[in-house]
Nanobody, 115 residues
Framework: QVQLVESGGGLVQPGESLRLSCVAS????????MHWSRQAPGNQRELVAT???????NYADSVLGRFTISRDNAKNTVYLQMNGLKPEDTAVYYC?????????WGQGTQVTVSS
């Protein structure tokens, strides 16, 4: 069973940056597309970034040009570099993958953007 553990969240001011990390275990990391999503209170979960096995990336319009997803297969880790953070980016951020035909998500890390 794949397990995902996120870290790197925190409280920052608007315009600042954070880098989230997600370490995967229990599966063959380099065989899976990896995703970052987020959920703010009262909102539906939003898929914000995807990195495919081959390295292709996709982003939600809301983060395009500000967020960058990357992966280090040697470390079984996926990252989300978040620049130019805005108050509306405040949410719990989750990394996930589809493992054995089911979505698997980590426990999440809180990102709060506030002055």
């Amino acid at each position: 069973q794949v397990q995902l553990v996120e870290s790197g969240g925190g409280l920052v001011q608007p315009g600042e940056s954070l880098r989230l990390s997600c370490v995967a275990s229990g599966g063959t990391f380099n065989r899976y597309d990896m995703h970052w999503s987020r959920q703010a209170p009262g909102n539906q979960r939003e898929l914000v970034a995807t990195i495919a096995v081959g390295g292709n990336t996709n982003y939600a319009d809301s983060v395009l040009g500000r967020f960058t997803i990357s992966r280090d297969n040697a470390k079984n880790t996926v990252y989300l570099q978040m620049n130019g953070l805005k108050p509306e980016d405040t949410a719990v951020y989750y990394c996930g993958t589809v493992y054995r035909a089911m979505w698997r998500w980590g426990q999440g890390t809180q990102v709060t953007v506030s002055s």
